[in-house]
């Protein structure tokens, strides 16, 4: 991966076993529920989660996983954060929670662009991918369309 990445947090965080999750923002609500029993299950298991936390399914796991003690890897669509909710401070200070941002400072909002690029690098980084919900002809699809160098991943 040619992208310059900005850390804030325990790099060695990398060295775990990763596996990523992603929900489109529209998700049948038969798939809440599992998405939720999932987080459980990988916080309860110890489980690296990777992700952008971004959609509303994709920030109620983070919610999940935040109650753990295993390590969590957060990916930026944007410039890194200068502030974290306390739950996520509370996590960078316990060295299990790792930001990474792929944008200088300059890009300070998430857009549709930006966000593809986040996924790239997630699926870039990731060992294994989960995708609770991919909305048909979406951009996520296309992305698992391509063919990552992962070596599994799961779609509902």
């Avoid at 796991?61 to 739950?87: H, S, W, Y």
């Avoid at 060992?127 to 369309?145: C, H, P, Q, R, W």
């Amino acid at each position: 991966m040619k992208t310059n990445l900005i850390f804030l947090g325990r790099r060695e965080i990398l060295n775990n076993h990763k596996v990523a999750f992603f929900c489109s923002q529209k998700c049948p609500s038969h798939l809440i529920l599992k998405s939720y029993d999932w987080a459980i299950d990988q916080r309860d298991k110890g489980v690296c989660v990777i992700s952008g936390f971004h959609s509303k399914i994709e920030k109620d796991v983070l919610d999940f996983l935040l109650k753990g003690t295993q390590p969590i890897i957060m990916i930026l669509a944007r410039n890194m954060k200068k502030r974290f909710p306390a739950e996520q401070r509370k996590a960078i200070k316990e060295n299990r929670l790792l930001t990474i941002s792929p944008f200088d400072d300059k890009v300070t909002q998430n857009t549709k662009e930006t966000c593809h690029k986040r996924n790239e690098v997630i699926f870039e980084i990731a060992d294994e991918i989960v995708v609770a919900f991919a909305t048909k002809s979406g951009k996520l699809e296309k992305l698992l369309m391509k063919g990552r160098n992962v070596k599994s991943y799961e779609v509902w």
